[in-house]
């Protein structure tokens, strides 16, 4: 017999009845019955109920047992009475009656029950981690996560692509988010970085003829954390060699689409082929967002042209000035209070906005200040325009044209959780196309990227030699789904000389882009193909699966908001020994308060 285990502990049925076994796991829960102990005992695979009575010699050592200690089990199974039966266990059927037992490993006084589906504060779940992660909940996640990997990974090899690892340490990239910085130990003063992304790698394998280039890549970004949002990531990073946009479209989509429809547990799923494609312009002004949620049925409508001459002064002066007025239908309040109006407005202050006018409307009767001042006639002619009905109220966000998509995008989603629209049971996906490729920085007073400056503007030079830099639009794609942005991606530029112009567009001089990307550029400069890809976050994926808020309940490991390992202790101070091999000077930063001279520079003395 083997030392530990025949079976686990979700493999015995009915057919093993009158079988001598051993198991060994976790002892999860714990009844006493008066002189017959039932023990469940855990293991990865599932729960096996243990009964142990007098007759037992495993009695007196599993009842002095706490929760959590790991044990081997040696006994006989036997069939359950037909009322004791449990149909939610695949073990359900069965029972092991314990004729021995040994201690492999006794468990301490814990610091969260693992029976139990009590919410704990993150900072002791993330503390305490090994512990977290045996309560179903969070290990059926990191099961997922495991299933979705192993399934992207079949699809994306099944269409040829092959699978190879980018370097970790790389060089830092004046373009991006922050990077993670590791000192050089064999060349003091130069610093490592940790990849954002494999993108100028991935690119590069393309440049070396390899075609179609796949990995699940770790990526590490030094951000500000939210809840879909860790320092550290996975990503299904994919590259393409002659293709266009569609190319890339007709690839990822069947792998998406037949991932969630693998594990959605029942929720539709855009099918592929059928994921609308968005300009970018367009979903700015329906949804107030580039990452709309589809499942929102609320469409956003500019009314700027209603309130150029209008009554109402407030608008007529926001309008004059340059700037928008958008509006949100809020269909079917007739029945909602006054307050329900109020309450969004004093949402909109909240959340940074100057506030959020609104008219009521019940049985074609207008209500509100707006619909007082621009008059009964202008409220009929406007309701009509928006095809709305005679119990429909109306949200207003006006401002700055920028200021007011984003207040209306977010009223948007506001006002239709408040009103139960978003519809459920659905993961629902689009593309975003049409991206501008370059954007006027109001701060700078200059013409910058608008996002990825490596992507190919459409028209290719032609378009950066002849247009308007703010009109040109970039072969730039983002996938979404159900609000939340899976990918961005590119066809991308591989020609040195729209490469150039480009940058020079934005500011940068021919020696600054040579400096700063000199691996790429001298690569296209010997021979690159057109090639475009993505790299759909793996994190996201597993938490919309999941239906979790957070992307840290999908992540085995993952730090808290303030980028902290709590369970290991990062980051944490390294000796002066290790400070000075890497010729490194670390700076106390003052207390709030503190002189400058309170700085104290120390390199390990």
Known sequence: MHAYRTHTCAALTKENVGDTVRLSGWVHK???????????????????????????????????LRLESVVTIDGEVKARSEGTVNANLPTGEIEV??????????????????????????????????VDLRRERVHKNIMLRNHVIQSLRRRMTDQGFSEFQTPILGA???????????????????FYALPQAPQMFKQLLMVAGFDRYFQIAPCFRDEDLRADRSPEFYQLDFEMSFVTQEDVFNTIEPVLAGVFEEFANGKSVTPAGEFPRIPYAEAMLKYGSDKPDLRNPLEISDVTSHFETSGFGLFEKIVGGGGRVRVIPAPNTHEKSRKFFDDMNEWARREGFAGLGYVTRKGGEFGGPIAKNHGGEGMDKLYAELGLGENDGLFFAAGKEKDAAKLAGAARTRVAEELGLVEGGCFKFCWIVDFPMFEYDEELKRVDFSHNPFSMPQGELEALETQDPLEIK???????????????????????DIMYKAFEIAGYSREEVDANFSGMIEAFKLGAPPHGGSAPGIDRIVMLLADEPNIREVIAFPMNQRAQDLMMGAPSIVSPKQLRELSIRTVDQPKAGAPEAARVDNIGE
């Open 30 to 64: 714990k009844r006493d019955h008066g002189g017959v102990l039932f023990v469940d005992l855990r293991d990865h695979y599932g729960i096996t109920q243990i009964v142990a009575d007098e007759d037992s010699e495993a009695l007196s050592l599993l009842e002095g």
């Open 97 to 130: 009656f314990a004729r021995s037992a040994a201690v492999q490993s006794r468990a301490d006084e814990l610091p969260l029950i693992v029976n139990s589906a009590e919410d704990y504060p993150e900072e002791t779940r993330l503390k305490y981690r090994f």
């Open 172 to 190: 830092s990239s004046p373009e991006g988010a922050r990077d993670y910085l590791v000192p050089s130990r064999l060349h003091p003063g130069r």
């Open 474 to 496: 970039a072969w730039q794609y983002d996938i979404v789904c159900n609000g939340y942005e899976l990918s961005s991606g590119a066809i991308r530029n591989h020609r040195p």
